[in-house]
């Protein structure tokens, strides 16, 4: 049987965590609402909710960057979703099919490069132009290649790669 706790910021900071693998608590008040420990002590606030056959595990955030206030508040809105019969757990997956790769690209930049604070951010760039084509933000030099059309992630085969 899962533990339920009332969320507050000291009962979170204060919950142990588990000597291997994770653990997984859920608050009082909003019953899909679980924060899930994990042995190196991070703490994770998430929706967990049967979606079909399947259970979604909808990742809301770091705790204390997002607050027990907040996690609440998101929670509720994206349990009114999963009533209303819409899945955001669906919706990334569809998002992620139909992801060109300049996409993936960007979405690597925002979510690991910059965090994690990359010292070679410009010379990852210059590797994508290079090997692909201009990034749409930048000017394209005088004497450039013309740009690369950007297929969906699906679409990408190893033409577009010799083509380019």
Request: with cysteine; charged share 35%; aromatic share 8%.
């Amino acid at each position: 049987m899962p533990a339920r706790v009332e969320f507050g910021k000291e009962k979170l900071k204060a919950l142990p965590a588990p000597k291997q693998g994770r653990k997984t608590y859920y608050d009082t008040r909003v019953p899909k609402l679980a924060l899930r420990v994990t042995a190196a002590g991070s703490r994770t606030f998430y929706v967990v909710k049967r979606d079909g056959v399947r259970m979604s595990w909808v990742k809301l955030g770091a705790f204390p960057d997002v607050s027990v206030e907040n996690a609440r508040t998101e929670a509720e809105k994206i349990l009114g979703d999963f009533a209303k019969g819409e899945s955001p757990a669906k919706k990334k997956r569809e998002q992620r099919q139909q992801m060109t790769l300049e996409g993936a690209f960007e979405q690597y930049v925002d979510l690991r490069a910059i965090p994690q604070g990359h010292k070679r951010l410009d010379d990852t760039r210059a590797v994508w132009e290079r090997c692909i084509g201009k990034m749409p933000q930048t000017a394209r030099k005088k004497h450039g290649r013309p740009r690369a059309k950007h297929p969906a992630g699906a679409d990408w085969s190893r033409q577009h790669a010799q083509r380019n």
